[in-house]
Structure formats: C-alpha cells, structure tokens
C-alpha cells in the first residue's frame, strides 16, 4: 500500500474556504496533507489567495482565481475541487490516480450536467459542468482552461469551470466521467455508527 499512498504526492485537493469553514475537521481526516485552502485575504494555512472578500453571488469569481493559480502547480498531476461540506474516500481517489494519472487527454471526473439556455444566455450557455461538491481533473485540463472567460453576470461558478473547459479545451477534447456517489458523501456522513451533519451552518 506505500506505493498506492505514495501516488498521492501528485494530488492537490483544491479547498474553497469562507468563515465557517472548520479546518480542524479536515485536518484530522486523509485530506489534510493535500489541501490546498483557497482563502479570500491571507491567513494561516491559506495556499492559495484571491484577496478579495467572495460571497455566495461572487464565487465565480472565486472559482477563477484558484483555476489560474493551479496553472502553476507543475509538480501536481491530478487535482480535486472539493466543497468543504462534502468528504470523499481514500481508496476511490487512488484508483482514480492510478487509471488517469499520465492519461492521453484532459480528463473531468464529476457528476455532470448542461446548464439551460434560459439561464445561461451566453458564452455559458449549454456548457458541461460538474456538480461543486467534488470534481477531480488532470494537468491536461488545467493546461487548457480559458481562465479569462467572459460572461454575463454572476452564474453557478461551477458551470463557470465548465465554461473554462468548453471554451478553452473544446468538449470533444475532454474525456467526462462519471463520478462513484458511493464514495463521496455531501452535506451528510453516515456509516454504520456514524451520522455527522457536514453542513450544520450554512455557508455565505
């Protein structure tokens, strides 16, 4: 198992943080040696920073800044956006790394969907895009990210990260795969004699 472990080196699990986040709990789980917190202002632990205070109606931009600052994360071959009221199991993510790490194309691994017209009248308009919670993704696809995308208002910010991809890699480019939702658990943790309220405040 050291050398499956050791496959992990190469994972950065991008961590969107605001005021509520409890960082405490996530340094006592298999994450906290591959967090990556993305912070509004400087702070302890914070590794990637946007300087700016985000709101619920400004995570896109949020969502912007950590896509081009990962651009420079040479030494990291795979990458997890991870919502900080979801976990995902160890295991799955190292076989995951194992199938797609050196894989031939850009490489996005969530629960996808289109956005619709009616709301997305513009450059995001039908774009794939993965739910917020977890998605996982290679250097590959960060290398081809239209991180200057330009649309109107202030959309979902993941299928923003989906207009990044459509836009900048082209969708037959991509290889979408369908994430295991037995392995990752959002807004609630329960297992045999566990049962723990991942959201219990709610976030902005």
Not at 153 to 160: A, I, K, L, R, Y
Not at 170 to 186: A, K, L
Request: net charge positive.
């Amino acid at each position: 198992m050291g050398a499956e472990y050791a496959m992990l080196e190469k994972l950065a699990i991008i961590f969107p943080v605001n005021n509520n986040t409890d960082m405490q709990f996530y340094q006592n789980t298999w994450l906290r040696n591959y967090l990556y917190p993305v912070c509004d202002w400087p702070g302890p632990g914070c590794k990637i920073v946007c300087n700016r205070t985000s709101t619920y109606r400004t995570l896109d931009k949020k969502t912007k800044c950590f896509a081009r600052e990962i651009k420079r994360f040479e030494d990291k071959e795979l990458f997890i956006k991870l919502n900080d009221d979801a976990l995902v199991d160890i295991d799955y993510v190292i076989g995951l790394i194992k199938k797609y790490q050196g894989y031939h194309k850009p490489v996005y691994i969530s629960d996808h969907e289109r956005t619709k017209p009616r709301n997305f009248p513009d450059s995001l308009n039908g774009v794939m895009y993965g739910n917020g919670k977890f998605y996982m993704f290679n250097r590959k696809l960060v290398q081809c990210l239209k991180t200057d995308i330009k649309y109107r208002g202030s959309p979902n910010e993941d299928s923003v990260f989906g207009g990044m991809v459509t836009h900048g890699c082209g969708e037959d480019n991509v290889e979408y795969v369908q994430e295991d939702d037995r392995w990752i658990w959002h807004k609630e943790y329960t297992s045999k004699n566990k049962n723990i309220d991942l959201a219990f405040i709610k976030n902005h």
